[in-house]
T-cell receptor
Framework: GEDVEQSLFLSVREGDSSVINCTYT??????LYWYKQEPGAGLQLLTY?????DMKQDQRLTVLLNKKDKHLSLRIADTQTGDSAIYFC???????????FGDGTTLTVKP | DADVTQTPRNRITKTGKRIMLECSQT?????MYWYRQDPGLGLRLIYY???????NKGEISDGYSVSRQAQAKFSLSLESAIPNQTALYFC???????????????FGEGSRLTVL
């Protein structure tokens, strides 16, 4: 079945860039997502990229997609303490109508 | 008010008890989902429903059942709770349709269940 993998932890200094990586297996994925989960809260969509795109930029966020290698990354520029959260990569298959999530990367931002 | 509301937010119960987690939404979405979150295991899909008459098993449906009482309501039941069902449960919704089927999920705030 589908599988999405990401590293579990990342620690950076405030002001540095953060890069969170993700790999997926479903070549039929149409959308790839990054969700953010803050402590005690549900997940919220952070950004997404359509599978026929290579890059998407949204203010401090840059998403890169290498469809050949099935590799997705999220770069957060000028990381702030408020960016500390768990970040989930997810792939969506339009035909199946459901998403598969990675295990989540806990980002810790140190002052 | 939240668009996707889960009740209860926290529940402690004993092994063997029947538990129901409820989800209601005001977003008007057809699709609803139940996920389970365990530390280090991400979110795993339990059940999902594309409309009132369409209910599907997810990857970890054993020990769970669901009911889609209306477009806006989707409840998850544990008929006989066991300790390894201790987890954080999320309900989510999404919209489908021509030009709208992006798969974006809208989550409730979660229901934390502890089975002793």
């Amino acid at each position: 079945g589908e599988d999405v993998e990401q590293s579990l932890f990342l620690s950076v200094r405030e002001g540095d860039s953060s890069v969170i990586n993700c790999t997926y297996t479903d070549s039929s994925s149409t959308y790839l997502y990054w969700y953010k989960q803050e402590p005690g809260a549900g997940l919220q969509l952070l950004t997404y990229i359509f599978s026929n795109m290579d890059m998407k930029q949204d203010q401090r966020l840059t998403v890169l997609l290498n469809k050949k290698d099935k590799h997705l990354s999220l770069r957060i520029a000028d990381t702030q303490t408020g960016d500390s959260a768990i970040y989930f990569c997810a792939e969506y298959n339009t035909n199946a109508g459901k998403s598969t999530f990675g295990d989540g990367t806990t980002l810790t931002v140190k002052p | 008010d939240a668009d996707v509301t889960q009740t209860p937010r926290n529940r402690i119960t004993k092994t063997g008890k029947r538990i129901m987690l409820e989800c209601s939404q005001t977003k008007g979405h057809d699709r609803m989902y139940w996920y389970r979150q365990d530390p280090g295991l991400g979110l795993r899909l339990i059940y999902y429903s594309f409309d009132v008459k369409d209910i599907n098993k997810g990857e970890i449906s054993d020990g769970y059942s669901v009911s889609r009482q209306a477009q806006a309501k989707f409840s998850l039941s544990l008929e006989s709770a066991i300790p390894n069902q201790t987890a954080l449960y999320f309900c989510a919704t999404s919209v489908a349709g021509i030009g709208r089927n992006t798969g974006e999920l809208f989550f409730g705030e979660g229901s934390r269940l502890t089975v002793l």
